[in-house]
């Protein structure tokens, strides 16, 4: 029995002291075909590696930088790209929802559904999914103090909802830069729900790039073994076959020809790490205000 509950996606376990998952893809969905070539290299790469793989992308970014920034094929197009993968790959997909309209057709689809870091604190939004019987992720605000999650967990938990986890993805750290502070990890997981570790965004730039955001890709390994050793029950990482080509994003996703190496050190961190991360915080979880 794990720190934390164990939350069941499909033969994916995250949670309750079971081995990291980790949840990739590209950004946005940029064709049927895209996805399901991508979605195979990604399969054939977490069975070599032996982690369990929730596939990722978006059907729509509602919070691009810029009004003439890509943004995806939208819900029909996407939600049909995410059910082709799921069926012809056997895996559990994952995208976001940024509306309490879109919150019906998705769950019709996906395994889980998402809540953009923005909006995790959108009453309506976070029942109406929990509501659906699947599994939500919330992405916590970059304004979101660790120990201020549970309020998200309650309102999840009072809906209904089959399983909480809780990403983290960086804090605003004055213009267009984040920082991770690892203490938010065990901080969250001590609320006992899984935690993930979004370490592409929390590396990215927002507004970085002037009409887009930026991103430092360098750092990932950095950031992940952190996260392994601080402890997490699952990573969202956001791949693509050409970043630098990709329509966004880019520059904080990670070429899947890296994921390889970098899963071998996430499960080799994880491991060395296990015995203390399991362990509950010594003191207390919500720390006093200033």
Same mark, same amino acid.
Request: proline share 9%.
């Given at each position: 029995?794990?720190?934390?509950?164990?939350?069941?996606?499909?033969?994916?376990?995250?949670?309750?002291?079971?081995?990291?998952?980790?949840?990739?893809?590209?950004?946005?969905?940029?064709?049927?075909?895209?996805?399901?070539?991508?979605?195979?290299?990604?399969?054939?790469?977490? #069975?070599?590696?032996?982690?369990?793989?929730?596939?990722?992308?978006?059907?729509?970014?509602?919070? #691009?930088?810029?009004? #003439?920034?890509?943004?995806?094929?939208?819900?029909?197009?996407?939600?049909?790209?995410?059910?082709?993968?799921?069926?012809?790959?056997?895996?559990?997909?994952?995208?976001?929802?940024? &509306?309490?309209?879109?919150?019906?057709?998705?769950?019709?689809?996906?395994?889980?559904?998402?809540?953009?870091?923005?909006?995790?604190?959108?009453?309506?939004?976070?029942?109406?999914?929990?509501?659906?019987?699947?599994?939500?992720?919330?992405?916590?605000?970059?304004?979101?103090?660790?120990?201020?999650?549970?309020?998200?967990?309650?309102?999840? &938990?009072?809906?209904?909802?089959?399983?909480?986890?809780?990403?983290? #993805?960086?804090?605003?750290?004055?213009?267009?830069?984040?920082?991770?502070?690892?203490?938010?990890?065990?901080?969250?997981?001590?609320?006992?729900?899984?935690?993930?570790?979004?370490?592409?965004?929390?590396?990215?730039?927002?507004g970085g790039a002037g009409a887009a955001s930026g991103g430092?890709?360098?750092?990932?390994?950095?950031?992940?073994?952190?996260?392994?050793?601080?402890?997490?029950?699952?990573?969202?990482?956001?791949?693509?076959?050409?970043?630098?080509?990709?329509?966004?994003?880019?520059?904080?996703?990670?070429?899947?020809?890296?994921?390889?190496?970098?899963?071998?050190?996430?499960?080799?961190?994880?491991?060395?790490?296990?015995?203390?991360?399991?362990?509950?915080?010594?003191?207390?979880?919500?720390?006093?205000?200033?």
């Open positions: 029995m794990g720190l934390t509950r164990e939350v069941a996606v499909g033969p994916v376990r995250i949670g309750g002291g079971q081995p990291i998952a980790l949840i990739a893809g590209p950004c946005v969905v940029e064709g049927e075909d895209h996805l399901l070539r991508t979605g195979e290299a990604l399969r054939e790469i977490c #069975r070599r590696a032996g982690v369990p793989l929730i596939l990722k992308a978006s059907y729509d970014k509602a919070n #691009r930088t810029s009004v #003439r920034a890509f943004r995806g094929p939208g819900l029909e197009a996407g939600l049909r790209a995410l059910a082709r993968a799921r069926e012809a790959l056997g895996v559990p997909v994952l995208s976001d929802v940024h &509306e309490v309209a879109q919150v019906g057709p998705a769950a019709a689809v996906l395994d889980v559904l998402q809540i953009p870091a923005f909006l995790c604190r959108q009453t309506d939004l976070l029942v109406a999914a929990a509501k659906t019987g699947k599994v939500v992720n919330v992405k916590k605000g970059q304004f979101l103090a660790p120990w201020d999650a549970r309020h998200i967990v309650e309102k999840l &938990e009072e809906a209904g909802a089959a399983g909480v986890v809780l990403t983290e #993805r960086g804090s605003s750290f004055g213009f267009n830069n984040l920082v991770v502070d690892f203490r938010g990890l065990p901080l969250m997981r001590a609320l006992g729900v899984p935690v993930a570790f979004d370490v592409t965004h929390s590396l990215q730039l927002p430092e890709r360098q750092f990932v390994p950095h950031l992940l073994r952190a996260a392994a050793a601080a402890g997490v029950d699952a990573v969202f990482m956001e791949v693509h076959p050409e970043p630098d080509r990709a329509p966004c994003d880019g520059p904080n996703m990670v070429p899947l020809a890296d994921l390889p190496d970098l899963l071998r050190q996430l499960t080799e961190v994880a491991r060395a790490a296990a015995p203390y991360t399991e362990r509950p915080l010594a003191g207390p979880s919500d720390p006093p205000r200033p």
